[in-house]
């Protein structure tokens, strides 16, 4: 596991974990934390089913009502930016899936969307500059990607609120979201992205590297540096709203250029602690400890729809 802004360096913005996808888990094992009682745990292996690919159209689509209305195009998110989304399904609230770093759409493999499109609108989105959205430059802050993501579900007649779903540094896009939007979010699932924080003792790589080696390699991406500022600045309790936090806690054998295991290991160590900060967002939020690597939506599939369709539960019943 690394920290979030390993992340940053080699992704569309901040930083994140090895982007190694292993399609295959050992048995996942489950810890609930939460800050009213645990709940239970769910348990099982990942598996995917294959599916044919949908066909992406860009013509507007119609304004959603009940019965399933495929979405499936680019839409203008404002600002220039013809972004990528396709939804499935029907109801409310909608699952919003965030990618992580550079990755896009595909990460959420098709278990995940099939399984939860049956239970509700389901919608995967490539953000600007990635796989079936526009070749355009990034925002230019973290405001930018979320107005990014407002302007593309108002756009593509996505119906609210929305339930939003976020891996590694879509994590972070999904709480600045939900910190300025809302109204709109019904409410968040986090699938180990690490809180986002100012101070070096509350990061595990500020802990674990020189003071030397950790400005640098927070000079090194000025973006992921002040996006982190953005959301820093904005966040406060969010009481109302279910709240998950998944958090991985195998070592990643490449968490950091140049360390080796007993680094990583120590890594994984603190950025599960730290990851504990999450539940500060609202004493109702639940932590989850999977015993699996950082890329979750592949690596832990079926706990991750597990956890998804409790938040979903949850939302509809009006309860944190």
Known sequence: MTHFLVHARASFGPLGRSATRRLAIAAI???????????????GTASATPTAAATATDTATAAPTATPVPISGRFDAGNGRQLWIECTGSGTPSIILEAGGDSNSAQWVPYIRQTLSAETTLCVYDRAGLNLSSATLRPANMAGVVDDLAGLLAAAHVPGPYLLVGTSFGGQIVLHYALTHQADTAGLVIL???????????????????????????ADDAWAQATLAETVALIHPL????????TATQAEPDCFPGKGPDFCAQLAQLS????ADWLTLSPTAVRVLVDAGHDLPNLAVDIVVAQIDLALKDARAGTP
């Open 239 to 246: 009481p109302g709203m279910p709240i998950r936090i998944l």
């Open 192 to 218: 180990d992205t690490d809180w986002p924080t100012l101070k070096s003792t509350r990061d595990p790589l500020g802990v674990l590297l020189s003071a030397a080696d950790y400005a640098a390699m927070r």
């Open 29 to 43: 094992a489950v810890v609930v934390l939460s800050g009213c009682a645990a709940q239970p745990s769910p348990s």
């Open 272 to 275: 599960t602690e730290f990851q």
